[in-house]
Structure formats: structure tokens, C-alpha cells
Antibody
């Protein structure tokens, strides 16, 4: 059974940093495309970043230069390093597997809340 | 960047058919995916590649895509279908590809 479990969210001050983790089971992270998607309170879904199986990474303009997506193959875990956090980064962050054929998000974690506030 | 436009809300009576649209420039040339999100829960994929259903999704959920509009159709609507629905495409047209979501549509079952 495919399962994704995020962790690492919390309250952080503006300008601070946080690292989110997404532990996967039932499939191999390094063999799949993986993404982070976020949802600000009461708002819609916003794509954040993707890492391809080959290692290429891409980011939304809103986070480029501040966020870094990575993975640890030995732990079968996806990460999102978030630096220079702003109030507008406050959101529930979901990790999701990207189906490499359709580029749909076929499995999602339960999400972890990041609050950026002083 | 590519923009997807959805109506903020759609209302339908139980047993009727709900249609949720997703507009985009020549969206018919792209693969469109649809997600259902209930309050406090993660999104769930209900239609992919315009009209295919993942395992476990009822046949009442169907999709179409042509021209500048993709449509999610929910037949014989039930109270449990009340949720937010999002369309999504993958924008590979630039040198920095990525996912694009519509703004979401709140489906209310009257």
C-alpha cells in the first residue's frame, strides 16, 4: 500500500528556516517523480516543487531561490528545505507522487502545517 | 505561465448532474486531471488524462476536454460529493516545467 507521511511543520518567525520531511512506503521515491504542493488557509492548491527520478528539480517562481527539494534514497524520504520564510508561505504542505505518464498527482500525504509569524 | 479558470461555486440537487468547468488557452491539447478535496482532508485524484478514473472512483465521475474548456461531470450527485474540486495540468511549455492548478470550485449539494 502506498503511503506518504509528512512531518516537520510548525511555527517559525519570518526570515527563519524549516525542513519538511515526507516518508514514503509502498514504492521507491528515487524511481518516481515527487512534488510538494501547498494550500494557504482557506485558499486553493499551489504547486511548489518537483524532483524527477533523474534528479532534476524545478520550482514555482514564488519559492525559487528560497526552497530546495531533495531526497534521501536510503531513507526513502523526500524533503523540502525552506529558507527566508515569509508570512505568505503559511500553508499546509502536501507531498505527492507524480505519475510520470500523466503528470497527475496520484498519491498524497495528509499534509503538515507551516505557520510563519512573529 | 499557464492559467486555469474555474467557477468559484456550483450548486446541484441530489440525483442531478453537476458540471464543473476548467478554462485554459487551448486546454484541449493538454492532459487535464481533477481532484476532490473535502474539508480537513488531502486532495484525491478522481479523473486523470481528461477522462480516466483511478481505481476505486465511481463511474459517476467522468471528464471531457476540448478546445478551451475541460469539464468534470458528476452524475447522480450524492450528499457525499459535496467538496472542493480542482483541475490541474502540467505546464511543460517553458524551461521550468511544473504543475498548474485551477482556483477550485466548491460543489454544494442542495
Amino acid at each position: 500500500e502506498v503511503q506518504l507521511v509528512e512531518s516537520g511543520g510548525g511555527l517559525v518567525q519570518p526570515g527563519g528556516s524549516l525542513r519538511l520531511s515526507c516518508a514514503a512506503s509502498g514504492f521507491t521515491v528515487s524511481s518516481n517523480y515527487m512534488s510538494w504542493v501547498r494550500q494557504a488557509p482557506g485558499k486553493g492548491l499551489e504547486w511548489v516543487s518537483v524532483i524527477y527520478s533523474g534528479g532534476s528539480t524545478y520550482y514555482a517562481d514564488s519559492v525559487k531561490g528560497r526552497f530546495t527539494i531533495s531526497r534521501d534514497n536510503s531513507k526513502n524520504t523526500l524533503y523540502l528545505q525552506m529558507n527566508s520564510l515569509r508570512a505568505e508561505d503559511t500553508a499546509v504542505y502536501y507531498c505527492a507522487r507524480v505519475d510520470s505518464g500523466s503528470y497527475s498527482f496520484d498519491y498524497w500525504g495528509q499534509g503538515t502545517l507551516v505557520t510563519v509569524s512573529s | 505561465s499557464y492559467v486555469l479558470t474555474q467557477p468559484p461555486s456550483v450548486s446541484v440537487a441530489p440525483g442531478q448532474t453537476a458540471r464543473i468547468t476548467c478554462g485554459g488557452n487551448n486546454i484541449g491539447s493538454k492532459s487535464v486531471h481533477w481532484y476532490q478535496q473535502k474539508p480537513g482532508q488531502a486532495p484525491v485524484l478522481v479523473v486523470y488524462d481528461d477522462s480516466d478514473r483511478p481505481s476505486g472512483i465511481p463511474e459517476r465521475f467522468s471528464g471531457s476536454n476540448s478546445g478551451n474548456t475541460a469539464t468534470l461531470t458528476i452524475s447522480r450527485v450524492e450528499a457525499g460529493d459535496e467538496a472542493d474540486y480542482y483541475c490541474q495540468v502540467w505546464d511543460s511549455s517553458s524551461d521550468h516545467p511544473g504543475g498548474v492548478f485551477g482556483g477550485g470550485t466548491k460543489l454544494t449539494v442542495l
